[in-house]
């Protein structure tokens, strides 16, 4: 709907009586509460597995816990492959009002993120004790990240399906209920994995495999209350996501509209893992001990400031999304501008405070641990000077796949990520000349040669002719 005095879409519900800036707030509020929860139960995990130990087996415990990061983290993007196809057609659906069209897609995303799940859980299964191999970690790192992945595997079918589930509500407008999802999702994950842990047996003692069974049932709990959420659901609004006999039975076309925007998504996290892969095995290579549990520890730090990045990436997506779907490109670029400077003050402004106390920021996480301190402390001062760029690439990027453009996003990030994170790592390694300062410092080149990139292609403008 268009308001005919100034020429503006009207977006339904709540949003429709918003100004631009208290929609983005509204809508990205519940993200970052929702990250800042995810950014916790991180920050639990590690401190858990840090305080397991001692000596040499907690730095075998820290790699082996920085390389299941990663893990998790790729196969929550793979799936997230289906949630961005799921995001851009429900808030396409939602734009135009076609409350039918919105249910569909978020009922066959459902479906989709399961298979994804499912997926996941296989190649994990079947490909951790080679992916652990390959690592060259100390024999000790090796069987803890054998044991860790053994596990969270089994979380791959329910963590699909409840991504697919939020990014439909947040395509809605609604990120409050997914907020909640995840409380019961970080929660439970805390709790168990404490007890599973440090409770007394049969309970408890379970090392690393009790964190990721922490996790496991975290993901159960948190499908089964959005799950709830949905199925009581009434009417109400007229674009109100529930469940519905119609919406969840198998239908072609809905099925064809995410998976096309899906599948280049998802191609481009599979090239992302290749990339990352040969990151995380150039790191586990250098020849300083432990490099790997340090890399992962400043990542955690490095999260609190991409956590209201995505957060107001994912508005932005959302709005932009919907004022497509409402036949208002102009809005649409209107909204992207608006959140990305914004990111970019949210984001330096944090990368600052890595600088200012990084010291602090890495001893939380491993306490009296003077090696990680040693290692972890000069990656956030360039972490601190690559924020502008990476703010660029989140909203930038984020925006893009909202709006249905995930070829055009795919092209660019794969094959630049490609060009430094391989050609260009590779090349320092063969010196035997490179240390993880210098790994973090051709990472923060990458970003800033894609942060260029997609200004260009945002200005240029072909991202708005996307079809979903």
Known sequence: MVDADHKKPILAGKLGS???SRQVALLAVWPLLENALTFLVGVTDIMVSSRMASGETRVAILDAMGLGGYVGWF???????????????VSRACGARDTLLARRGMCQ????GL???LGSFALLRMGSGWLVDKMDMSPQASIFAGEFLTVLALSGPFSGAMMALNAALRGSGDTRTPFFAMIVVNVVNFLLSVLFVFGPEPVGGHGIAGIAAGTVCGWIAGLISVSMVLWLRKGGHEVTLRWTREALRFHRETLTRIVRVGIPQSMEVAGMWMIHYFGIQTISQLPVHGSLGAHMIAIRVESM?????FAIATAAAALTGQYLGAGSKPMAVRVVRFCWKLNIAVMSFLGLCFVLFREFLVNILAAGSEEHLRMATPLLVVCAFSQPAFATCILLKTTMRGAGAT???MKWAFSIMAFFRIGVLFYFKSTGHLTLVGVWTIFAV????????????HFRGKWLQARV
């Not at 929550?76 to 289906?82: F, K, R």
């Not at 995303?109 to 989709?112: I, R, S």
Request: hydrophobic content about 65%; glycine content about 12%.
């Open 18 to 20: 918003l100004s631009l």
């Open 115 to 117: 298979a994804a799940g």
């Open 407 to 409: 070829p055009l996003v």
């Open 305 to 309: 400031s991409f956590m209201p990045g």
């Open 446 to 457: 990458d970003l800033t040669v894609q942060a260029l990139v997609f200004s260009w292609l």
């Open 75 to 89: 196969f929550n993007i793979l799936q997230g492959a289906v949630a961005v196809g799921v995001m851009a057609l």
């Open 109 to 112: 995303g459902l479906w989709l």
